[in-house]
């Protein structure tokens, strides 16, 4: 397993309670890629980390509202599931959270602590509903921790029909992260273009090699409003550019993924999240994707979930979680390299997962 390069990053999760995991207990390393059938519960593990931001961004009854209540998070509902336990590794620091549920439907701390280079553990509180981790506890995890907890993005770029915010016009100041749904892509372009050269060239070249008719963006403000951006584009050759919508949906998506993996490094999260960035891209396309995310994890953490028999061929079984479902539950194991070793002179990981021999397919 690769060792992470920053204290930062997660080296271990352990979530007992959360939808369908009943119980999780995996080691992370700088590239982990999660397969697994429809509603095996790669989305709930994705999601998890969807809930810690809101945890972090102290919105946390607003999750669960909107969730619809404690027992749509819990594992089957308070009654089979009497608390919700996270525990987040970061090399030899910690930060463990317990929440049970309140007769009004809200979602209580029951007790909130940090552990610092493992030295014991020092309790944040108790009984309260938003989250007190920003009160200090005096320690550098103040510093180095939370901030890049708070940071983690779990892109997900599935919508590109006609009405995808991406394909909107939005505000030229909205840049200071790309975000989940690529809705900031124009305005988040726009200032690689003028501050990072280097990096928005990188994006453009990744570009044309999947869709080699792509020329350049046109990015500029609006005419009626110097404040608002729309995504534009040329094609190879021509001067009248294109709205977004004449991008195909593959292509849309691939230049959103390419954002993500290429834009400079300090501007990129620790830990960064992708839901099935597969869809619609071209085999090809898929190719250049996984190069992009295996470079990426050089430096960062990549966290992927994916269907793709031709993304999984890309990686190898130590970069790999298998998520099964058994009784319900959700069950998180990452591949033993050894144990595959004579499969593999012969086979390919996606052959090998076709025929079932890594498990995450369907089964009765």
Not at 41 to 58: A, C, T, W, Y
Not at 97 to 121: C, H, I, V, Y
Not at 156 to 179: E, G, W
Not at 232 to 257: M, N, V, Y
Request: glycine share 6%; with cysteine.
């Amino acid at each position: 397993m690769t060792n992470l390069s920053s204290e930062k990053q997660l080296s271990r999760i352990i979530i007992k309670g959360f939808k369908s995991i009943a119980e999780c207990d995996i080691q992370l390393s700088q590239l982990n890629i999660l397969i697994g059938c429809n509603g095996a519960g790669k989305s709930n593990f994705i999601g998890f980390f969807r809930m810690v931001q809101q945890i972090l961004d102290e919105q946390l009854q607003l999750f669960v509202s909107r969730q619809g209540g404690p027992d749509t998070i819990l594992h089957f509902g308070r009654k089979k599931t009497k608390q919700l336990e996270i525990q987040l590794y970061f090399g030899n620091n910690a930060y463990f959270a317990t929440f049970e549920p309140t007769q009004d439907n809200r979602l209580m701390f029951s007790e909130e602590s940090f552990w610092w280079k493992m030295g014991g553990g020092r309790k944040i509180g108790s009984g309260h509903f938003e989250t007190k981790a920003f009160q200090g506890n005096k320690t550098q995890i103040d510093e180095y921790i939370l901030p890049a907890m708070r940071q983690w993005r779990v892109y997900h770029f599935h919508d590109t029909s006609d009405t995808a915010y991406v394909k909107q016009p939005h505000s030229i100041n909205d840049n200071i992260y790309l975000r989940p749904d690529g809705s900031n892509l124009a305005a988040f372009l726009y200032l690689l273009k003028e501050n990072y050269p280097d990096s928005y060239q990188r994006i453009i070249k990744t570009i044309r090699l999947v869709a080699p008719f792509f020329g350049e963006f046109c990015l500029r403000t609006s005419p009626r409003n110097k404040e608002v951006i729309e995504l534009e584009w040329f094609e190879q050759g021509q001067d009248i550019p294109f709205k977004a919508h004449l991008f195909s949906d593959g292509t849309l998506r691939f230049i959103c993924l390419a954002t993500v993996f290429l834009q400079p490094i300090y501007l990129q999260p620790e830990t960064i999240l992708v839901d099935e960035p597969e869809l619609g891209l071209h085999p090809y396309a898929i190719t250049v994707l996984a190069s992009l995310m295996r470079a990426n994890s050089r430096e960062k953490q990549v966290i992927v979930s994916t269907q793709s028999v031709e993304l999984l061929n890309e990686f190898d079984a130590k970069d790999v979680i298998v998520v099964d479902r058994e009784d319900g539950k959700s069950l998180l194991r990452r591949l033993n390299e050894d144990d595959l070793h004579e499969w593999l002179e012969d086979y390919s990981l996606g052959e090998l997962w076709k025929k079932n021999i890594l498990g995450g397919r369907p089964s009765r």
